[in-house]
């Protein structure tokens, strides 16, 4: 298995390299490389992402990416990296799972739930103008029936496995805003239903997006999986990732065919960096989404044990209200891994 490692800014590298000491012990076999990709590379060597990284995460069996900085004010020739890896390796479906399984009280309500976000196109296609000498701006919004259906395909399978796995009530929520986004949202849901069609074992629902984000912040038990467009779905994902604990323990995947990205929701956290304070467990928990991508279901469940007993007898990092420090923490789930 070779995984390709991109850091990047901020906490990326302080968090990844906790997340590849991890896989190190669980998966000793892999092959781990590094490339560069971000802020400090593109002021660097004037590329953001430079071919030789794009190209190792082509070979690579997966990828791991920790986080960019982008600079707040539009810098001429400056792409984000990951949005162009999405792109470049067409990781079509953004996967991000929430659960309040760490943390949840005995009594309460069981979240386990999967936001399924468009990766490639919607409001994300960069297509946006000024005109009317400036006092009008327009964006376009593209939905295709190609990435609807294998993003809503890519939800029910996501579904079907989890029921599989022993989730009761299979269901799949299809989000939108058919009734205002008549045209583009009026395909996107007319192709989501035809693709319901093929899964007669899934309960399919349909809801707005307002009342979407809604229910997601106040009932979120009542979620299983929900798909979603691309800007619906970044907005939607953070909300839900409130009830898994925050920032520092979200993880996510972008899936495309035969190929995969892993990397915390949390972006460059200018704010710690080089402080060693950095939470690792969102990219620990994308080490194991990776070993469950590739069928290593027992290595995963190894990693997320740990993890949860780390979260339970502490050390804590601040962002939990701990005060232990990146490494310390990681040494931890090492240290678990080794019982
Ligand atoms: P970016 O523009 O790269 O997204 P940001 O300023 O939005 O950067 P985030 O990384 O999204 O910052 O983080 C938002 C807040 O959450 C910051 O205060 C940051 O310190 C905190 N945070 C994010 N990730 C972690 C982490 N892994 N551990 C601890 N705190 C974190
Ligand atoms: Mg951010």
């Known amino acids: 298995m070779r995984v390709c490692v991109i850091p990047?800014?901020?906490?990326?590298?302080?968090?990844?390299?906790?997340?590849?000491?991890v896989l190190r012990v669980v998966a000793p076999d892999a092959e781990v490389s590094e490339a560069d990709a971000g802020w400090a590379?593109?002021?660097r060597v004037g590329v953001a992402l430079p071919p030789e990284t794009l190209g190792a995460a082509r070979e690579a069996d997966a990828v791991l990416f920790g986080a960019v900085a982008s600079p707040s004010h539009n810098v001429p020739g400056y792409r984000s990296p990951i949005v162009a890896l999405r792109r470049e390796l067409d990781l079509y479906?953004?996967?991000r799972p929430t659960s309040n399984a760490q943390q949840r009280s005995p009594d309460g309500p069981v979240v386990d739930?999967?936001?399924?976000?468009?990766?490639?196109e919607g409001m994300y296609i960069g297509r946006e103008r000024l005109e009317d000498d400036g006092d009008t701006a327009i964006a376009e919004r593209q939905i295709t029936r190609r990435a609807s259906s294998r993003i809503v395909r890519a939800a029910y399978d996501l579904a079907r496995s989890r029921a599989a796995a022993g989730k009761a009530n299979p269901t799949v929520t299809i989000v939108h805003k058919a009734n205002v986004l008549r045209v583009s949202d009026g395909l996107f849901r007319t192709v989501a239903l035809e693709i319901a069609a093929d899964y007669p074992d899934i309960r399919t629902e349909e809801m707005l997006v307002d009342v979407a984000?809604?229910?997601?912040a106040q009932h979120p038990e009542r979620f299983d999986v929900a798909v979603t467009t691309n800007?619906?779905?970044?907005i939607l994902s953070d909300v839900a990732c409130?009830?898994?604990g925050g920032l520092g323990l979200a993880a996510s995947a972008n899936l495309g065919e035969g190929r995969a990205l892993f990397e915390p929701v949390h972006g460059a956290a200018p704010d710690i960096v080089g402080k060693g304070i950095a939470n690792p467990l969102a990219a620990i928990e994308c080490v194991a989404m990776l070993l469950e991508w590739r069928h290593r279901v027992d290595a995963?469940?190894?990693?997320?044990?740990a993890a949860t007993a780390v979260l339970t007898h502490g050390p804590r990092t601040p962002d939990l209200g701990g005060s232990a420090t990146t490494a310390a923490v990681t040494q931890a789930v090492i240290d678990h891994l080794a019982q």
């Open 8 to 21: 990047g800014d901020g906490i990326g590298p302080e968090v990844l390299a906790a997340a590849v000491q």
């Open 41 to 43: 590379t593109f002021q």
């Open 93 to 95: 479906a953004n996967i």
């Open 113 to 120: 739930l999967v936001v399924v976000r468009e990766n490639t």
């Open 213 to 216: 984000a809604m229910r997601l």
């Open 231 to 234: 800007l619906f779905g970044d």
């Open 242 to 244: 409130i009830h898994g």
């Open 300 to 305: 995963a469940q190894r990693v997320r044990a």
